[in-house]
């Protein structure tokens, strides 16, 4: 079967949430290459449908998701206008099994490209830094994928909020930055921006040298997740999710 079809089978399993099983299962020899083009024709789907790209996700950035995985790289995904969420609400309505992790969001007035990206570069072409929290849902049952399935799933994006409030992005340590996520008002995880490939501007470089081999690049305007803080929780109707981010205030969000 071509790349095409296959787009095509987890676009619908996508857009009408639905489980599916692992495309490593089903058809031979898929390299990450190939997967990244599936990436690339399913979001195509959604723009000739009037969505509109919007920026980027890094995604498998701290040593345990990538443990879990089985992998030793970081992947990355599209994000679409579709996908904000505007108020602090998560519906779970066309989500088959989401789960949720506090991010630093990065918002970009100059263009990134290229091979050679330094943490100066990114630190020029910001415009500012924002808490975020990623919704994640793998279109794969049980959660289960190798590397080629999930970055064809657009490395299980679903949904993402980026809190009100911008900041100056020299004016944290965004490594040592405290993050504590609650559900229902118990402690569910804790972690520091250091789980973000040791920085979250790393997370950054590494999205760009990404791009820049299939020939993108961060666009001023967009937004990039870097990657989550901590491991993330499964959500579900009634939840609230409150996640303080150490300095830079809260987010809570309700499920329903
Ligand atoms: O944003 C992420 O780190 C998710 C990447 C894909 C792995 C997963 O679904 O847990
Ligand atoms: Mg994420």
Not at 154 to 182: I, R, T
Not at 184 to 196: I, L, P, S
Not at 206 to 228: C, D, N, W, Y
Request: charged share 20%; net charge negative; proline share 3%.
């Amino acid at each position: 079967m071509g790349l095409r079809a296959i787009a095509d089978e987890i676009y619908q399993h996508q857009i009408t949430a639905q489980e599916l099983d692992k495309i490593t299962l089903r058809y031979d020899g898929l390299t990450v290459d190939d997967a990244y083009a599936i990436q690339q024709l399913t979001i195509q789907k959604y723009t000739n449908q009037g969505d509109r790209l919007i920026g980027w996700k890094m995604g498998l950035t701290s040593k345990a998701k990538q443990q879990s995985v089985g992998v030793d790289e970081a992947i990355f995904g599209h994000l679409l206008e579709s996908m904000e969420l505007t108020n602090p609400e998560i519906s779970l309505k066309g989500l088959i099994h989401p789960r949720v992790e506090p991010e630093i969001a990065f918002v970009f007035k100059h263009r990134l490209e290229g091979t050679h990206i330094t943490a100066r570069d990114v630190w020029l072409a910001t415009e500012c830094v924002m808490p975020a929290v990623e919704v994640i849902d793998s279109r794969y049952k049980n959660f289960s994928f190798t590397l080629v399935d999930v970055i064809a799933d657009n490395a299980s994006s679903a949904k993402f909020y980026v809190a009100d409030q911008a900041f100056s992005p020299y004016q944290f340590q965004l490594d040592k930055l405290g993050v504590v996520m609650c559900r229902n008002g118990e402690v569910a995880q804790t972690g520091a921006g250091a789980a973000v490939l040791g920085h979250p501007v790393r997370s950054i470089i590494e999205q760009v040298h990404m791009l820049s081999r299939i020939g993108k690049a961060i666009e001023p305007g967009m937004v990039v997740l870097t990657g989550g803080i901590t491991e993330a929780i499964y959500i579900y109707d009634q939840d609230t999710i409150s996640v303080e981010f150490e300095g830079m205030g809260d987010i809570e969000l309700s499920v329903h």
